[in-house]
């Protein structure tokens, strides 16, 4: 059973950096893409940053320059790079994996920003 695990989430000062990573267990085959997600309080869930299969990457224009999606395919691995955090930033981030069978979550990562 394919399980993604998020880590790198924390408390982090309005500027500073954090690095999320979404490790998979298992093999997912027919990837769309895989995505980071993040769902504020009282807010609707929604795409930060995607990477697509072929390697082309998407980002939410509120995010555009400061964050950074990346994989590595070796450690089945998912990196969100976050600079120039602002506290709008502050939400449950989530890891998403689209394939063509199914879609996979992980369980979330709090990330806070404080002014």
């Known amino acids: 059973q394919v399980q993604l695990v998020e880590s790198g989430g924390g408390l982090v000062q309005a500027g500073g950096s954090l690095r999320l990573s979404c490790a998979a267990s298992g093999t997912i085959y027919r990837i769309n893409f895989t995505g980071w997600y993040r769902q504020a309080l009282g807010k609707q869930r929604e795409l930060v940053a995607r990477i697509l299969s072929g390697g082309s990457t998407d980002y939410t224009d509120s995010v555009k320059g400061r964050f950074t999606i990346s994989r590595d395919n070796y450690k089945n691995t998912v990196y969100l790079q976050m600079n120039s955090l602002k506290p709008e930033d502050t939400a449950v981030y989530y890891c998403?994996?689209?394939?063509?069978?199914?879609?996979?979550w992980g369980q979330g990562t709090q990330v806070t920003v404080s002014s």
């Open positions: 998403n994996v689209n394939s063509a069978y199914t879609t996979f």
